[in-house]
């Protein structure tokens, strides 16, 4: 079974700039989550969707954030301008369905450093 | 609003020594509880969870988590560390009801030969 993947695995960008991130979940895989990794954290979750809906997207910094997953299987995040604080790790994760209690398989992360 | 904490920042353990890494939580309601692995340069791994029953739970790679109500920890052990334990380690909580996971800072355990 392949896993969750993603790309690109590393980028740097400049303050101001704008990046975005692709995420391939399991197949099959209903919820798609993102969160985002900083140095010495445990992941945060910037948003969470069922199929194509938007089930929590509470935080996700939105006047610069945006996500969208158009057809129920990829998804991208974008950051429209990047700021210095946005460098971290974004992680991409899917599970079966939003049934409890499933487990999340994780992606190999982007890791974004903002200069 | 449920939280982790994983006081200790770095758990070292002599290889065939016995290995724990601490996690209590905090939430208001059932917890459902995880406890993840990160190698370096690849994704977390899903190592165990607890949902109800039993409060000692068996999950991959020799590791186990016993659940403790009362004292709302779940602590996660192995009876014997080999050198390839070595990983950053994570708990996280979720409450019945809301889908949000959330997850501690992470212990690096580092394995020593």
């Known amino acids: 079974e392949a896993g969750v993947a993603q790309s690109p695995r590393y980028k740097i960008i400049e303050k101001r700039q704008s990046v975005a991130f692709w995420c391939n979940p399991i197949s099959g895989h209903a919820t798609l989550y993102w969160y985002q990794q900083i140095l010495g954290q445990g992941p945060k979750l910037l948003i969470q969707?069922?199929?194509?809906?938007?089930?929590?997207d509470s935080q996700l910094p939105k006047d610069r954030f945006s996500a969208e997953r158009l057809k129920g299987v990829d998804s991208t995040l974008k950051i429209q301008p990047a700021k210095l604080e946005d460098s971290a790790v974004y992680l991409c994760a899917s599970s079966l369905d939003l049934g409890e209690p499933r487990e999340q398989y994780f992606g190999p992360g982007t890791r974004l450093t903002v200069t | 609003a449920q939280s982790v904490a994983q006081p200790e920042d770095q758990v070292n353990v002599a290889e065939g020594n016995p290995l724990t890494v601490k996690c209590t939580y905090s939430v208001s309601g059932n917890p459902y509880l995880f406890w993840y692995v990160q190698y370096p340069n690849r994704g977390l791994q899903f190592l165990l969870k607890y949902i109800t029953g039993d409060n000692l739970v068996k999950g991959s790679y020799g590791f186990e988590a016993e659940f403790n109500k009362s004292q709302t920890s779940f602590h996660l052990k192995k009876p014997s560390a080999l050198v390839s334990d070595s990983a950053l380690y994570f708990c996280?909580?979720?409450?019945?009801?809301?889908?949000?996971?959330?997850f501690g800072k992470g212990n690096q355990v580092v394995v020593i030969p």
């Open positions: 996280a909580v979720r409450v019945r009801g809301n889908n949000r996971l959330a």
């Open positions: 969707f069922q199929n194509n809906g938007v089930v929590d």
